[in-house]
């Protein structure tokens, strides 16, 4: 009896694991840059041909994302990208 339920939490662990949220499109300045969720506490960002991994954190609205040279912040259908110090004014793509 403990066999089988083992096998099917190993199994429910494994698809949870395995879904990742869709991608959210973001268009930043005539330029797209693309975040999904990888779980509650990190990102992906790609834009202008490279990858970023983000931490979630602590916002007072909206959701902020965030590592040394990123800021991802998102609110609603608008969002603000700041990498390596230039700023990109952002609206969810459609």
């Not at 975040?35 to 506490?41: H, K, P, V």
């Not at 609110?75 to 609206?91: D, Q, S, T, V």
Request: overall charge negative.
């Amino acid at each position: 009896m403990i066999k089988p339920l083992t096998l099917g939490l190993a199994l429910v662990t494994l698809c949870a694991c395995a879904e990742q949220s869709a991608p959210n499109n973001y268009k930043c300045d005539e330029e797209i840059a693309s975040i999904t969720d990888i779980n509650e506490e990190q990102a992906t960002l790609s834009f202008q041909q490279e990858s970023f991994l983000l931490s979630r954190q602590v916002s007072a609205s909206g959701v902020k994302y965030s590592n040394d040279t990123v800021l991802f912040w998102s609110k609603g259908p608008e969002a603000m990208l700041i990498l390596r110090g230039k700023k990109y004014h952002c609206a969810l793509a459609q």
